[in-house]
């Protein structure tokens, strides 16, 4: 029996155990930003300051390339200054942002539809502010009720200088008025127009001292006239006894089509109530929900997770129309703003593809993947990938369509090819989820079938970059490490052997009969060069081939293996190994890190597309307790969150508190979507992965012609049943026992004291 003494350190480890424990039971909310979309802009509404604080122009980061392609493109501008409410009480009058809250600000219901409430005279006064789906074009719909209120006032503050992108000047303003509209817009030397629309009727409006009278106690002039710098309007409205209001703040590129955006708003708002233009907007949102997918069971936390995520995806598609100059309908964000991922990343967008297409959501993944066939020009960066023609950007995209390769203040770009087999896996999913094999021989606006497409300038084009032994060349992979330090990364040619052997089946849904072995056969060939290269002695899965040599080649994007069924046995010594091995890059937050490179905090972070993906493997591995703990953690958090997901948790002491939202906030594949696909694994939803091995039956299924078996494979041992399995069916870990759980928990508690170097503030390594 242990003395007291010896077992002082047993209970110091258990009280730093119980606060780990207590602190994530309770986690805080660490980010205060409510962002609203409908795929032509983005608004953003502050929880701190209660006021809307942005308008973007466009829905993504840069709009064009400058002419070094060194630099970033040309940034989108951030037209809002601010932009509230206010109220008339009996004498009193004032705006909300300066009231007191009187509740929690949040989504309605999970959709884009932003709520906060404040009171102010004894009235509690409701703000809403959404983007409306339905509405094609950049659009803002704020509404007011506040029962028992006189009049309701709204100010926009806009500027239509010029300026940095983020902080335009509000210099060499001017209103132009549209009575017949009930509308003004506001002009500047900066571009376009802003559009004010009085949806629910306007008694005066004035551009004079609008924010000083309205908190002196008196009414609005009636004033549309001014001219100068910074010119704010403001509307004014008497309220029924129901108390509502509402506007529309639209932005359009030609200010002589100002007008005609106040007529088409008005249009769409055909005379509605403000109370059922809410009611509408809500159902329009269910109606375009679909029901999780049968056997996915959430809790209701998870159910609100999961809604919004759902959302977050559907705000992150650019829904901007097809034009000569810009190709860019149906981009898939990285983030949403105010991350500052707001560009289309080919490789988060096949995240959310897949899952858009396995959750029902077949419009949305099949203008996803159009996009990446239509995009224009690609192909730029040739000379860095064995001079082949390839249809797919080898990172990502300016708002215009055009390939970016994405310096990020580097010497040389970053050039990525792990987005091409994921494209193949992509498309596969989304034919088989949706039954739509008529897509694959659908002509693209560049003229060649989509089938077509995808062999040429996907398949073929990935095929040719490989090595001898049937890896895929160095490239900057999954973390971005820049062309000067490329490697042979795992994560690559895993995204290779998943994307070739989904090809196969796409060659065999579209008829293409000789190129189903084809395709089986290149997978198969990098299969055997992947188990070849990537194995360390325990059997464990590298990051890299020069990582490997060099003893230091941990990085959690290896994951893969599982999710995408590379493994040929989900508990065997490969998969065992590899996940002991990961244990390594749990960090003080609770979850993984990236990778071992230690380069900066953005390395040392805690990242939740790597907890999720871990969460699947844990799963399948029969490590049931650990991956339900993981998820549970992503889900407590969000749910005091606005139930939004963040690219990072904070895992590093000095840059603040651990466990706090950090990095690009919401991410949108890398969030909601990976989380919906784990939500699905968890149900036993593995995608099929059969290598041109199955058929579509009539109801939707899929028919495995070798039982369930994936044909062929380089790697050691049995192949795992691609369509069969459930994990629903594994049985979950057994808990250790306390004295192994204690011993299990120290590593956790010494990898939190670890100092990190440099703080980063960008993607890529």
């Known amino acids: 029996m242990l003395s007291p003494p010896a077992l002082l350190p047993w209970a110091v480890v258990m009280c730093l155990i119980a606060q780990t424990w207590a602190a994530s039971a309770a986690p805080q909310r660490t980010f205060y930003r409510l962002t609203t979309g409908n795929g032509h802009g983005f608004q953003i509404y502050d929880v701190n300051s209660r006021k809307i604080v942005a308008f973007l122009e466009h829905p993504y980061r840069y709009l064009r390339p400058r002419p070094d392609p060194r630099s970033d493109g040309v940034g989108r501008r951030n037209l809002a200054f601010d932009l509230y409410f206010g109220v ?41 502010f959404f983007a409306p789906f339905g509405y094609e074009g950049n659009a803002l719909v704020a509404l007011l009720k506040a029962p028992g209120a006189r009049e309701g006032y709204v100010l926009f503050n806009f500027h239509m200088g010029g300026g940095s992108p983020d902080s335009p000047d509000a210099n060499g303003e001017s209103l132009r008025s549209f009575p017949a509209e009930q509308a003004v817009a506001e002009l500047g030397p900066g571009g376009g127009a802003m559009v004010y629309v009085a ?66 708003i008005r249009a769409w708002a055909a005379g509605r109530s403000p109370e059922q233009i809410l009611r509408d907007a809500l159902a329009e949102w269910e109606q375009w929900r679909r029901p999780p997918p049968a056997g996915v069971n959430l809790s209701p936390l998870e159910r609100r997770v999961w809604r919004q995520s759902e959302a977050v995806q559907r705000m992150g598609q650019v829904r901007e129309p097809y034009t000569e100059w810009r190709k860019n309908n149906g981009m898939i964000l990285a983030s949403l703003p105010p991350g500052e991922w707001h560009s289309g990343w080919v490789r988060d967008a096949m995240y959310s593809i897949v899952a858009f297409a396995r959750a029902g959501y077949h419009t949305e993944a099949r203008m996803g993947l159009d996009f990446l066939l239509d995009a224009d020009p690609v192909g730029k960066y040739r000379s860095y990938v064995s001079n082949v023609d390839y249809r797919i950007s080898v990172v990502r995209y300016f708002g215009s369509g055009e390939e970016e390769a994405d310096y990020s203040g580097e010497p040389t770009p970053n050039i990525e090819v792990d987005g091409w087999g ?15 094999v008529a897509w694959l021989l659908k002509k693209t606006k560049r003229g060649p079938v989509v089938y077509d497409v995808l062999a040429r300038g996907v398949a073929d084009a990935l095929a040719q970059h490989r090595e001898p032994n049937g890896i895929i060349k ?11 330090r490329k490697k042979h990364f795992a994560y690559t040619t895993m995204a290779a052997i998943r994307g070739f052997c989904d090809m196969a089946t796409l060659a065999l849904r579209a008829g293409r009969m000789a190129d189903v072995e084809k395709y089986r056969k290149i997978s198969q060939e990098v299969e055997a060069g992947f188990y070849a290269s990537f194995l360390d002695r325990n059997g464990a899965i590298a990051g890299s081939v020069e990582e490997l040599a060099m003893n230091q080649y941990l990085d959690a994007a ?58 699947d493997a844990m799963w399948r591995a029969g490590r049931g307790a650990e991956a339900d703990q993981l998820v549970a953690n992503i889900v407590e958090k969000a749910a005091v969150n606005f139930n939004l997901l963040p690219e990072l948790y904070n895992a590093v002491q000095r840059d603040g508190a651990i466990g706090r939202y950090a990095g690009s906030i919401p991410m949108v594949g890398y969030g909601g979507g990976a989380f919906m696909l784990t939500m699905l694994d968890r149900a036993g939803l593995i995608e099929p992965s059969d290598c041109g091995a199955s058929v579509l039956l009539p109801d939707g ?24 399995a459930c994990l629903c069916q594994l049985g979950a870990a057994e808990a250790p026992a306390p004295g192994t759980a204690v011993l299990l928990a120290l590593p956790w508690i010494l990898v939190g004291t670890r100092l990190v170097r440099v703080q980063r503030h960008r993607r890529g390594a």
């Open 474 to 484: 160095a490239d900057s992979s999954i973390w971005e490490v820049h062309e000067e």
């Open 422 to 436: 994921m494209m193949m896996w992509a498309a596969r999913q989304y034919v088989d989820a949706s039954g739509d």
């Open 558 to 615: 290896v994951v893969e293996a599982f999710t995408w069924n590379i493994l040929p046995d989900f508990k065997g010594r490969i998969a065992q190994a590899t996940l002991d091995l990961l244990r390594q890059l749990r960090v003080e937050s609770g979850g993984f890190k990236r990778n071992d490179d230690g380069r900066s905090s953005y390395d040392d972070n805690e990242w939740i597309l790597i907890d999720l993906r871990m969460a």
């Open 199 to 264: 949806l629910s009727g306007l008694d005066r409006a004035d551009c004079q001292n609008v924010y000083a009278k309205v908190r002196a106690g008196q009414g609005l002039g009636d004033n549309r006239t001014c001219a100068g710098d910074d010119v704010v309007p403001a509307f004014q409205r008497a309220l029924g006894p129901d108390g509502w209001m509402a506007v529309a703040v639209l932005y359009v590129e030609d200010p002589a089509k100002a007008q005609a955006a106040a007529q088409g």
């Open 701 to 724: 299924g899929i028919q495995v012609m070798d039982g369930g078996a994936r044909t062929g494979g380089g790697g050691p041992g049995g192949m795992v049943p691609r369509t069969t």
């Open 88 to 128: 008339r009480v009996g004498g009193t009058s004032g705006w909300l942002h300066e009231a007191t809250p009187a509740g929690d600000p949040g989504y309605v219901e999970e959709t884009n539809i932003i709520r906060a409430p404040m009171s102010l005279g004894g009235v509690t006064a409701e703000s809403y």
